[in-house]
């Protein structure tokens, strides 16, 4: 069986074709970036409108790549939601025209779950790792900072971010620090280079003795610091930097990491970890994966990464999330499947 995969939900347009056993024949994810960089920020007509005119010829590529025919498609898997709910209803609409045309099912997808299972995806058209239940996932991206217990038929959310998501601090910062967007890529790279415990910033936490995240208050620090040296947004050179900038961008990613770590290894004591999956775009961040990987050896727990090409949003992880329902034999109806902007996890 071929699975078709759809991921409009922001701002890449991505289709995948995965067989039956999830391998990835392939993967084509067509980037908006270029078109919503002037803003600094994702445009949501913009990036409907680029939907619309990219996806026929992202889908062909992705066919033609996979070695597949629109016949072979036996399920199509869609991004549902969360997201912008132009960008969702250009994927979704194709994707159900699709399947009523062709009569075949259609699981319309939480992108956050695509996500959360990508950790097990494999590159090079190798089968993915087996999905043994229960697990944690620890989802980070532009949107959303989401830490689950997954189980077969549930999953259960243990810490979410009441504020920015980690990516979007990121992203900020990175406006603010004139590097452009997105922000993630470049402060890794920058941070490098930094010492990163040279600044040190307070964890931040809900404050009222939940497990949830909090990312305002560093991102409102982090902008003082800022300001204080007068970086005001002019375009800087990320090579260039003067030194005590690149250990300023150095200690906030370094704050980012110590808080997800911090989380992490407190749900593993009061529950026991399993297995950890890491995903969402954030997880492509070089002393976050170094960090987790290494709590994982210390506290033997498996923690499995995503390889970088799952980690931002790409339809290879909506096609395996709606595989996995499939298979759990779980909705597929087309007519069923509707847009909607919000969307948690275990709703
Ligand atoms: O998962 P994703 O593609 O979109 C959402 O669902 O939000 O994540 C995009 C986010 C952006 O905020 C970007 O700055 C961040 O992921 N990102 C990174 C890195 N690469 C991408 N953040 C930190 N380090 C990176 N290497
Ligand atoms: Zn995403």
């Known amino acids: 069986m071929i699975v078709l995969g759809i991921e409009t939900s922001c701002d890449e347009t991505s289709a995948a074709v995965l067989d039956g056993d999830g391998r990835v024949l392939a993967n084509v994810v ?16 913009v990036a409907a409108r680029a939907h619309l005119e990219n996806l026929p010829a992202v ?56 996500h959360l299972f990508s950790a097990f995806l494999q590159p090079g058209g190798e089968p993915p790792l087996p999905v043994a239940y229960p697990f944690h996932g620890l989802v980070v991206s532009g949107g959303h900072a989401e830490l689950v217990r997954v189980e077969e038929r549930r999953i259960v959310p243990l810490a979410r971010t009441r504020d ?30 930094g010492q990163g415990d040279r600044f040190p910033f307070a964890i931040g936490r809900a404050g009222d003795g939940s497990r949830d995240f909090s990312f305002s208050g560093l991102k409102t620090a982090m902008l003082r610091q800022l300001e204080k040296r007068g970086v005001d947004g002019s375009r800087l050179d990320p090579e260039l930097l003067p030194p005590e900038l690149v250990d300023l961008l150095a200690s906030f990613q370094r704050a980012i990491v110590a808080a997800l770590l911090d989380r992490v290894a407190s749900v593993h004591a009061e529950e026991g970890i399993r297995v950890l999956a890491l995903s969402g775009g954030v997880a492509a961040n070089t002393e976050l994966r ?15 990464l995503p390889d970088r090409t799952f980690t931002t949003d790409n339809a290879a992880m909506i096609a395996w999330a709606g595989l996995l329902r ?17 969307w948690p996890l275990g709703t």
């Open 30 to 45: 067509s980037s908006q970036m270029a078109a919503h960089a002037r803003y600094g920020g994702v445009v949501p007509e």
């Open 290 to 304: 170094a960090t987790l990987a290494g709590w994982g050896l210390e506290a033997g727990v498996p923690v499995h």
């Open 164 to 193: 920015d998501a980690p990516g979007e601090a990121f992203d900020k910062i990175a406006r603010r620090a004139g590097l452009g967007y997105p922000g993630g890529p470049v402060v890794d790279r920058v941070a490098m280079r």
């Open 59 to 114: 889908l062909e590529e992705a066919l033609t790549r996979g070695g597949a025919r629109l016949e072979d498609v036996g399920l199509v898997a869609a991004t549902a939601g969360p997201g912008l709910i132009g960008a969702l209803l250009v994927g979704l609409s194709a994707g159900k025209a699709l399947a009523f045309a062709r009569g075949l099912p259609l699981v319309g997808v939480n992108h956050l779950e695509g």
């Open 326 to 342: 499939f298979r759990r034999g779980e909705g597929t109806d087309p007519a069923a499947a509707v847009a909607r902007s919000r």
